[in-house]
């Protein structure tokens, strides 16, 4: 429509869209268009005040041909028509921001998802590949139809409470183990040559401090058998430095000038005799030097022959090995008990059995701190699993990274433990080696006072003494056993 009023095209029509004035509008002009002239006349006049300012309206009203009720008719209709061609762009327009919001929504919400999928699959390994529409969905295996997991092996971390080291392993189901990274660490010695010590070489915390001799009565076969080794292996050090040494020794031009032939030795033997007490100073002077010869052949005969026993005991060692030796030194500490004087004796069986009473009382102190630690935490892993039932996928996780560290807890607990009761069970053992030694004194005892009644019965006149003697014993052996099956209540039945 053209703007100019004036315009020979306007024929009578109104504009397109007439300018309001800024008159708060009416209910009434805001309700329906009745079809009746009475609406419109009502229309009419209510609008006057709104297009008189208007030129072309007031062009259009001042066309004598032009009818007033047409023209406000036709302004009516117009506004009408503005109206809706308002809200079909309003409804556009929000049908198209509700698009552009909804797929807003979308993307968060799809940004959200695979966040919280990616930090599973971080935290837990959990396998997962995007669908159709970029939304990552979890793998499933085809054969248990259960959640895919990644197999690995977490870094080492550290309980709270001990500060003991471990790691989670997790296999291909998902299913996770706490695992000791030290539970397999080597067991050696220093390589300094003068640390007589094993060690426990662990990896991810110190190295534990081992006395071999204590080890070797270990029950750990494991612990036992690198005593063992490391026993037989400082053995034949030892005995090849002695070796060494007396070769030194041998090797010394002093001692070499002394080798005497079995002709020599007995020479100068002879010369000993037959001028020691002749006065003369030549006899003197001879005698000396045969003296020299004879001390420094035998201090090189006693060499050898310590050298000769040294390669005897290495040969031996070597033909038994370190399962053999470690036998040996059970049966060399019997033996050597068993031949201590009856007071040495009496004081290292005290000091056995005070080791174990002290090592009782240590684990049962122990023992009950681990129990009531040990419940605190399963009271904590049961909490855990029950609030894993209702929490979403990332606090999930931190539980069960919570869980996983008190169930190390647990163990760590459980392997102190373990090390006490080892350490008691070696201390019992040593205890036992003094009572196989007392029963080994006993039957030497036994066995010789036999040989000396023997011997009395060889003289007429003692062996009625010797046969009152035999008597006396074994009345005393009865009342003996008897004691002790008063006090021992397993004997009783």
Do not use: C
Not at 100 to 121: G, L, M, P, S
Not at 200 to 219: C, F, G, L, M, Y
Not at 241 to 254: M, Q, R, T, V, Y
Not at 345 to 359: G, M
Request: charged share 35%; glycine share 4%; hydrophobic share 35%.
């Amino acid at each position: 429509m053209p703007d100019d009023p004036n315009d020979p095209r306007y024929r009578g029509q109104v504009p397109d869209v007439i300018p309001a004035d800024p008159v708060e509008e009416t209910e009434e002009e805001d309700g329906p268009v009745e079809a009746d002239l009475g609406s419109i006349e009502r229309r009419k006049e209510a609008a006057l005040g709104r297009v008189q300012s208007d030129p072309r309206v007031i062009a259009q009203l001042a066309n004598p041909r032009a009818d007033a009720a047409t023209v406000l008719g036709g302004y009516v209709a117009d506004q009408e028509r503005v109206k809706t061609e308002r809200a079909t762009v309003s409804a556009d327009y929000e049908a198209r921001a509700e698009e552009a919001r909804a797929k807003i929504r979308a993307a968060d919400a799809k940004r959200r998802h695979n966040a919280e999928r990616r930090q599973v699959a971080e935290t837990t390994g959990q396998k997962f590949l995007a669908d159709e529409n970029g939304m990552l969905q979890p793998v499933v295996d085809p054969v248990t139809q259960k959640p895919a997991f990644r197999p690995d092996v977490s870094p080492v971390r550290y309980t709270e409470k001990a500060g003991k080291p471990y790691q989670v392993r997790r296999d291909e189901s998902g299913n996770q183990k706490i695992e000791n990274p030290d539970k397999d660490a080597k067991i050696a010695g220093n390589p300094d040559p003068n640390d007589r010590n094993l060690y426990r070489q662990n990896k991810a915390q110190a190295w534990e401090t081992i006395d071999p001799e204590v080890a070797a009565h270990s029950q750990d076969p494991k612990l036992a058998v690198e005593a063992g080794k490391f026993l037989h292996g400082r053995a034949l050090k030892d005995l090849t430095a002695k070796s060494d040494d007396i070769g030194l020794a041998l090797d010394d031009p002093e001692k070499k000038k002394f080798r005497l032939t079995e002709k020599e030795r007995l020479t100068a033997e002879q010369q000993v005799a037959a001028l020691a007490n002749e006065p003369d100073e030549d006899s003197q002077r001879v005698v000396a030097e045969a003296k020299a010869a004879l001390a420094g052949d035998d201090e090189r005969r006693g060499l050898e022959k310590q050298a000769y026993e040294l390669k005897l005991q290495k040969r031996d060692l070597e033909k038994i090995g370190p399962g053999g030796y470690l036998q040996k030194i059970r049966a060399d500490d019997k033996s050597r008990l068993s031949a201590l004087p009856d007071e040495e004796f009496a004081t290292e069986a005290q000091a056995r059995e005070t080791e174990v009473k002290a090592t009782t009382a240590q684990i049962a102190a122990s023992r009950a701190q681990v129990d009531a630690t040990r419940a605190q935490v399963k009271a904590q892993v049961d909490e855990i699993t029950a609030r894993l039932q209702s929490v979403d996928a990332v606090t999930s996780v931190r539980l069960q990274a919570e869980r996983q560290a008190l169930i190390a807890e647990d163990a760590s607990l459980a392997d102190q433990d373990a090390g006490l009761i080892d350490q008691h069970n070696a201390s019992i053992a040593k205890r036992q080696d003094v009572s196989e030694a007392s029963q080994i004194r006993q039957e030497k005892s036994k066995a010789a006072l036999q040989a000396s009644r023997q011997k009395m019965r060889e003289q007429p006149t003692m062996a009625p003494i010797a046969d009152k003697l035999d008597a006396l014993d074994a009345d005393m052996d009865a009342r003996r056993a008897q004691v002790e099956a008063e006090q021992d209540p397993e004997k009783k039945r």
